[in-house]
């Protein structure tokens, strides 16, 4: 019989385990993007969508992680949601795209990484090439390690999180010079095909900074009481980062005047901090980003690395990603591989290509077939024995499959996304016409 993870992490734990994953190097690095979508000063409004995605997904995953709480996630959740051959299907897909996307979300938090400590330290590619793969490195090293310990390095993590925004929001309010628009004013509406061309735009980038939000469920079998904290932490997670988000927008903007704001502006919140306060504020922020960052990762490769243990264990995947560690109790197998790829990625890739191209491969295979597994869940079994119900079920359901595919339609990666999905269905069918051959032989 195989060793069994252990449940150690609680709420606290869980909460800042999402929190630090949501706020990685993202939405420092997206800011600038965002603002120059609009040429109104709403930019506001894709960070609402944003918040809104969130919370409407949100009641997805905590249904779904409540009543599952298993490792790996996604995965166990398509296995069971699906059917006997639908879920092995299913189920196949999800690891087989997070085989490639996981690796791109460490990539791409390692690659903010390098790209911010340019604003310190003058790196060459190669050089900052060298950063983003030790960065993965060190992250391996602060995980090799008990799951109680890695939950009190989150929360310590966590509050690093928190303590740098509230600075960046007290900072901008303190000194605001000019006020932001969050409603249209004058020949602008909410109902003109520029804002909502503008928010399907940035809210690619936005979404992607709120991503993060569902990671308790990938840790579903090391999680005290899930039924209560799974649920719990994702909406606290959401809620929590959702206002300091917005709050950090509106505080930086207020200063710096948005017309002014390019796409490439990739150390706007530092410049914000050494325009109010002097050069060594902009470096002090700019090494808490830099923690941020690392944290994010941290959070994000320790989540990740439950799905190839979960799909192991399950007969699905490679057996050698079913070992957890001899004294430790961790899926070592699988952490070292991700690593490894993600470190390996980070070498080769853009961070703007990855940003994008990490959305596209997930929509379908996880954000969308989960909404759908949820109504066959529901068909199929009632709702007597769910810990907890969606509210106002089905809308949060149609919500949610609407904004996915809204945000599909305007990701420019959406055909490799699909591609590769199919590509997955060709090797599943592929793998099993082979296991059969070789069972009648």
Known sequence: MLPQLKRKINLLQATSINMIDMVGIGPFVVMPFVVAQFNNGLFIWAWVFGAVTAIVDGMVWSELGARYPLAGGTYNFHRIAFGEKGGRLMSFLFVWQTSIQAPLVVASASIGFAQYLTYIVDLSFVQQKIVSAGVVMLVL??????????????????????????????????????????????????????????????????????????????????????????????????????????????????????????????????????????????????????CIAMSSLFAVVLGYSRVPYAAAVDGNFFKVFAKLHPTKDFPYISLLALCGVGALFSLFMKLTDVITSILAMRIIVQFMAQSVGIVLLRKRNGVKDLPFKMWLYPIPVILSLIIWAFLLYHNEFALWGILIAIMGVGVYFLINRKKTIGNRQ
């Open 141 to 290: 090293v602060l995980l090799y390690r008990r799951i109680e310990a890695v939950g009190r390095i989150s929360v310590l993590f966590g509050l690093v999180v928190i303590g740098t925004i509230l600075w960046i929001i007290f900072s901008g309010f303190a000194h605001q010079r000019q006020n932001i628009e969050v409603w249209p004013s004058g020949t602008d509406s909410f109902f003109q095909f520029a804002f909502w061309a503008a928010v399907a735009k940035a809210s690619v980038k936005t979404v992607y900074s709120y991503l993060g939000y569902y990671n308790v469920c990938h840790l579903g079998g090391e999680i005290r009481n899930p039924g209560v904290n799974i649920p719990r932490s994702i909406f606290l997670s959401i809620i929590g980062i959702s206002i300091l988000y917005l709050l950090m927008n509106i505080s930086v903007m207020s200063v710096i005047p948005w017309q002014a704001v390019k796409e490439e502006d990739k150390y706007l919140v530092s410049t914000f901090m050494e325009e109010l306060y002097g050069h060594k504020a902009g470096v002090v922020v700019t090494v808490l980003i830099l």
